[in-house]
């Protein structure tokens, strides 16, 4: 497997998603899964993108993928730089040289992501063939190379298997595998572990770590587990309603939430060291994409909200006092105190 | 796998058994009786009272055997052994032509032309219909699978939207209806284009080979158009369906994922999935157009299977019916089997033995 950074040195900024809108069109009107969400991933790093669900994080990551099924879907603006070329402009045929050789995505159903009709081998094997223009015995081989990298046991006799001859935890595996045949410098895991039990769920966490400390390739980590989070991250990207309203290095956000969002998110975690107390909520649901409400869109539960978050919308600006950490919100001395 | 077959094609004798002992029982019990329709068409239209009127249908009926028990008829249906006066010694009989029945391939013979073998006739039937029903699978697979996939993948357009309408309309336009209009619209009182009854012309015997096989292929047009319009709209839809789901599955997402051309990802990822649904279709297309083909050899006077089964049942000639609907019966469980082992061969989740 090649190590390929995009040409870029760890630390450099590889993708950089600016201001993206995906919308859809619905009978109600437009729904703005994704209305204006920007970051950077730095070249080597993880960046975790949370949320609850129909936050638009998974729109995100369709959208760099350019999986969003159109129509409904349409991206209405912004921009995703990565490695240096704007891939909204460039053509599809262009970008399919790009998606699944630069560019890979692992999904959160193993059971169903993979064809049930080809052999996990041939599955591999065509990516393989596609974008290194291997022959079929190359491919093939490559592709057992593939499964003895994610490890799993005798890869030569796995090859020949059909998807549903294996467990959901191998079946990610095999998509781990797939994704990593063309030695991508990004990887998108959307929810990776969420389909699976716990204890596969951490075999597959340092697997894809591993991975990444192999190769040099960035990951853009998809999830709704903040303990995920907190695991594999360097930095942060919290969403609410189609944007993203915290951006921060990984140890800054735990230590420090700054958004009333985050901070009421990590109160909901379960304590382990505090049994028998009521877990803390927010209160409300995620507004509908349809409907946001004007101005901060989380105003509608948050205990801060005043008249001015619903007329003017906080913008995600640095914070003066903590280097690269982005909140947007109107109440931050608030805040400190929730 | 080749136990799997063996399996199955031992399983269809009890299916079998089951089958004619319904149909044998069914057609017993419908009103009508063949004695009576058989003295009224030989002695010229004569009716009830005259004279030796009940005496000949005792005879008729003595000697076809209807006088036994409905279980020896069917003994002497499913055979090995001969009921009729004639037949073996252990049933009464004079012991000279002591086996018959559907075991030793013995239908009996007509209860009308009364030394034509039914067995025979089917035959000559078959020849007519199973290559009509063959050429009408064929067109209907060949155009209803491309055009659910064009109609799946180009969904929403205007020209999916047009066809979804014109193949709805089709299918529900009933076969003897569309028949007479492709007559009106193509025999003499329309376009004149092609002829509208029989399968030859009646000078067909003098033709060369070539012209022979020509007259056939014009005489064939409109009958194979009316078999197939039905099949082709329903297998169509089945198709676009089938394709649209697969294509909102998970491992198309995955494909194109990878960086596949929509094409190899609509014809290689797709189609394979999408075909699963569309090849069990194919357990009742087959009967149903050898069975159904009734009204379409009707329309078109063509002498097929389905019209010798329609003048079985007007003459309640119980021999005729047994013989078409076993083998309907016969093909449907072929059907169903071959559709079975090309599931096998589709889907490898699909595991016999």
């Known amino acids: 497997m090649s190590e390929r950074n995009g040409g870029m040195k760890r630390g450099e900024v590889l993708l950089e998603v600016t201001d993206l809108r995906t919308h859809f069109r619905g009978e109600e009107g437009v729904a703005k899964a994704v209305d204006g969400v920007s970051f950077k991933l730095l070249s080597g790093e993880t960046l975790g993108v949370v949320g609850e669900s129909g936050c638009g994080k998974s729109v995100t990551a369709m959208s760099i993928m350019q999986l969003v099924p159109q129509p409904p879907g349409f991206i209405a603006g912004g921009s995703i730089r990565f490695a240096g070329r704007d891939l909204l402009s460039m053509s599809i045929d262009e970008f399919r040289r790009i998606r699944g050789n630069e560019i890979a995505m692992i999904f959160q159903e193993p059971m169903t992501a993979l064809n049930p009709v080809y052999r996990v081998g041939e599955q591999i094997a065509e990516a393989v063939r596609l974008h290194q223009g291997l022959d079929r015995e190359a491919s093939r081989a490559r592709a057992i190379e593939m499964l003895d990298l994610v490890k799993i046991p005798s890869p030569e006799k796995r090859v020949d298997d059909y998807p549903h001859q294996m467990s959901g935890g191998m079946r990610q595996r095999v998509m781990i595998a797939m994704a990593m045949s063309c030695g991508p410098s990004l990887l998108i895991a959307d929810e990776p572990t969420t389909a699976l039990d716990v204890t596969v769920q951490a075999q597959i966490l340092d697997l894809i770590r591993g991975l990444q400390q192999e190769t040099g390739m960035s990951v853009l980590l998809i999830t709704h587990d903040l303990g995920v989070v907190a695991e594999v991250s360097d930095h942060v990207a919290v969403m609410y ?64 909200a005043s008249a001015e978050c619903a007329e003017r919308e906080p913008p995600l600006d640095e914070l003066p006092d903590v280097g690269g950490h982005s909140v947007a919100c109107h109440h931050l001395k608030e805040a400190e105190a929730l | 796998m080749f136990g799997y077959i063996l399996r199955r094609l031992l399983w269809m004798i009890p299916t079998m058994f089951g089958i004619t002992i319904l149909v044998f029982t069914a057609i017993r019990l419908a009103p009508g009786d063949p004695a009576t329709v058989m003295i009224g068409i030989s002695s010229g239209g004569e009716m009830k009272g005259d004279v030796g009127y009940e005496e000949r249908i005792e005879k008729f009926r003595h000697e076809n055997g209807l006088d036994r028990p409905i279980w020896i008829q069917y003994l002497g249906f499913l055979g090995p052994f001969n009921i009729k006066p004639d037949g073996h010694p252990w049933f009464g009989g004079s012991g000279a032509d002591p086996w018959g029945g559907l075991l030793v391939l013995d239908l009996g013979h007509e209860f009308q032309r009364k030394t034509m073998p039914i067995i025979e006739e089917l035959g000559r039937r078959l020849q007519v219909t199973i290559p009509l029903s063959l050429i009408s699978t064929l067109l209907i697979y060949l155009f209803a699978l491309p055009m659910g996939i064009y109609s799946a993948v180009r969904q929403g357009t ?36 092609l002829p509208v009854l029989g399968l030859h012309s009646k000078d067909a015997a003098d033709l060369a080979t070539w012209p022979y096989i020509w007259d056939t292929i014009v005489h064939s047009i409109l009958p194979i158009a009316t078999l197939t319009y039905g099949g082709l709209a329903y297998l169509s839809r089945q198709m676009r369906v089938g394709m649209i789901e697969v294509i909102r599955s998970d491992y198309i997402r995955t494909a194109r994922a990878k960086g596949l051309s929509e094409k190899v990802v609509v014809m290689k990822h797709a189609l394979r999935n999408s075909l699963i649904p569309v090849i069990t279709l194919f357990a009742s297309i087959l009967p149903i157009l050898i069975g159904g083909s009734v009204i379409v050899e009707q329309v078109f006077d063509v002498p097929g299977m389905g019209r010798y089964a329609f003048e079985g049942l007007i003459a309640r000639d119980y021999g005729i019916i047994m013989a078409t609907t076993t083998f309907s019966a016969f093909m449907t469980l072929v059907g169903i089997l071959l559709s079975d082992i090309a599931y096998a061969m589709v889907d490898p989740r699909i595991k016999y033995d």
């Open chain 1, 241 to 304: 309603a189609g944007k993203v309203v915290e951006y921060a290095a990984v140890a800054d956000l735990f230590a420090q939430p700054r958004h009333p969002y985050t901070i009421g998110l990590l109160k909901s975690l379960p304590d382990l060291a505090a049994p028998g107390e009521r877990l803390h909520t927010i209160p409300g649901t995620v507004p509908s994409a349809f409907h946001f409400p004007s101005g901060c869109r989380f105003r509608t539960r948050c205990p801060l």
């Open chain 2, 158 to 193: 205007k020209l999916d939207a047009a066809m979804t309408v014109i193949l709805f309309i089709l299918y529900s336009v009933p076969t003897f209806w569309a028949g007479l209009m492709l007559i009106l619209a193509f025999g003499a009182s329309g376009l004149h284009w």
